[in-house]
């Protein structure tokens, strides 16, 4: 198995619950070990950026105005196949349709509020981690 990088953010009805412990305790018994955590407040041009993907979608505002509404706790993700594994510990984007046991079933309130994000390939992996951290930030 390959042992890869990935990103996580946590997101603000996370900080908001004061859950994010609890969310750390799956990914790490999931197998993942966090190499680089900081939280912060994400600014509206980070959050633009950060979602740019989706900025012709209808829930773009909106999203960006919950990403900045509180802060977050972005994260680096490390293990065999971190990426692929940290999705599915994630669980589906809509939490009523996720796994038993993933985060999003346990701890999201709504697929807008669904606590965390994941990178969903190793590029966008990489260009997400670039955004919020140095390679001195993460732990060898």
């Known amino acids: 198995m390959a042992t890869e990088r990935t990103f996580s953010i946590l997101k603000p009805d996370a900080t908001k619950r004061n859950i994010t412990g609890a969310v ?3 990914i790490e018994k999931a197998g993942l070990r966090i190499v ?3 939280r912060i407040q994400m600014s509206k041009a980070q959050a633009e950026k950060f979602y740019e993907v989706h900025s012709a979608r209808p ?3 909106e999203l960006v105005e919950f990403m900045t509404s509180g802060p977050v ?10 990426i692929a594994k940290y ?7 809509n939490p009523a349709q996720a796994a038993e046991g993933t ?8 697929v807008g509020e669904n606590t965390v994000h994941g990178s969903d390939s190793a590029e966008n992996a990489k260009l ?4 919020f951290f140095q390679d001195s930030d993460i732990a060898a």
């Open 24 to 26: 750390n305790a799956v």
């Open 36 to 38: 680089g955590q900081r």
């Open 59 to 61: 829930f773009f505002g």
């Open 73 to 82: 706790v972005v994260q680096v993700l490390e293990g065999d196949n971190a």
């Open 87 to 93: 999705r599915e510990v994630m669980g589906a984007t």
């Open 103 to 110: 985060i999003r079933k346990t701890f999201s309130e709504s």
């Open 128 to 131: 997400e981690i670039a955004q």
